[in-house]
C-alpha cells in the first residue's frame, strides 16, 4: 500500500510539472492506446523505408520463392539503411558466433538468454550461436504531422482525382 501511494504522490507531481507525461496520463485514462515514443518511431521509420509492416502484415504463402525473395531485397535495403541512419547498434558478446564461451556468475539474464541443457550454477560454459545487439545510441527524428492519434506508424494513403 505505501508503495502505491508513493507511485500515486510521483505520478502526480510530474503530471503538475510535465505536460507531456499528463497528455499521456490523460491519453491511458481515457482508454485510447498508451503505445508512443522511440518504439513507435522506429516502427514508423521501418515502415517508412522498407515497407517492413507492409510485408510482414502481407499473406506470402501465395508467391514463389523468387518473388518474395526479390521484395525482400528491397525491404532489406530500406529497413538496414534505417537503422544504420538512427541507431548505433553494437553486439552484445564479441566473440565470434561458434566460438568457446564462458558465461560468468552474475551475468544479466535481458542481455544473456541461456538454451540448452541449463543445470546448476554459473559460471557456464557453452558455444555462442548468436552475438545478440545492443543499441549504443539512437538519433531519431520527430515524426512527421502532429495528429492526435499517437499510435499511426504508417498514415493511410488516398489518392485524389
Not at 64 to 80: F, K, L, P, T, W
Not at 110 to 125: C, D, E, F, K
Request: glycine share 10%; net charge negative; charged share 20%.
Amino acid at each position: 500500500m505505501l508503495k502505491r501511494l508513493a507511485l500515486a504522490f510521483r505520478t502526480w507531481w510530474r503530471i503538475v510539472t510535465d505536460g507531456e507525461y499528463a497528455e499521456r496520463v490523460a491519453q491511458v485514462g481515457a482508454g485510447q492506446a498508451a503505445a508512443s515514443g522511440p518504439d513507435l518511431r522506429i516502427l514508423a521509420i521501418l515502415q517508412r523505408d522498407g515497407r517492413l509492416i507492409d510485408f510482414l502484415m502481407e499473406e506470402i504463402d501465395g508467391y514463389s520463392d523468387a518473388q518474395v525473395g526479390a521484395a525482400v531485397r528491397d525491404i532489406h535495403r530500406g529497413c538496414r539503411k534505417a537503422l544504420q541512419s538512427y541507431l548505433t547498434l553494437e553486439p552484445v558478446w564479441n566473440e565470434a558466433e561458434e566460438s568457446a564461451v564462458t558465461v560468468p556468475a552474475g551475468f544479466d539474464p535481458v542481455a544473456i538468454r541461456l538454451t540448452g541443457n541449463v543445470a546448476g550454477s554459473p559460471p557456464y560454459q557453452g558455444r555462442l550461436k548468436h552475438h545478440g545487439w545492443r543499441v549504443k545510441a539512437v538519433q531519431l527524428p520527430a515524426l512527421a504531422g502532429t495528429g492526435t492519434d499517437q499510435a499511426v506508424v504508417a498514415p493511410a494513403e488516398v489518392e485524389v482525382g
